[in-house]
């Protein structure tokens, strides 16, 4: 069972929250999945900033494996840079805002408002305008891992923000535990438990790592003294 999910089943799923406010909106999207795909959504990980490309976003991971995500993006203020050229093709629901795309040879932006779907195909690549800002539903599919140096280069030698870059990191691999323990039901006995057991380590370990390197919360008031 190389792939769970189906990309149209998740565009379905993802129209089902517009118009509602955020973060409302969001955990309807994860209803609507849990709901169509049990068990295999997972809400517990916080968000988590993502800087790649010269985009600055944040985002709610639901699932991730070797050969799929889903998550939900986007900026309340807006951003702009290059989607990458990945093995990867990326489904985006817009569900909230507005976002600009152009690729080579184009000479007019595409506008996608909440309800258009957005395809990037491997070896693809877009320059991306989130305008005043944009809320998303993204599914992925192809060789996920291939993808991460894109991920992290820009907290690595730009921003150098190692708590986003470890994050980034123990997020997938929670993610990545928690699928194989699920993904180990199907196998015999003997297989099953040394799987779920290695799947259930990693996991812990992924989310002890986000959770220890979780900054203090922002707070607009300047602290006295």
Known sequence: MKYVFDPDVVHQCALKCLGKPKPEMFDVFADAMEERYPGWIDRSQPWLYS???????????????????????????????????HLVGFWDTVIDGETWYYSEGQFEKRVYKPGDRIWVGPKQTAGMNFTDGVWAVEYARGLIPASMPFGLADVLLSTVDLPTAVQTVSQYAYHIGRCMTKKAELLPLPLRLPVQGAGSLVRAAGDWVTRACQPPPFSPEIPKG
């Open 51 to 85: 800087i790649a490309g010269g985009a600055m976003i944040q985002m709610k991971l639901y699932h991730v494996s070797l050969f799929e995500y889903i998550m939900i993006w986007g900026t309340p203020i807006g951003s702009e840079g290059h989607s990458g050229r």
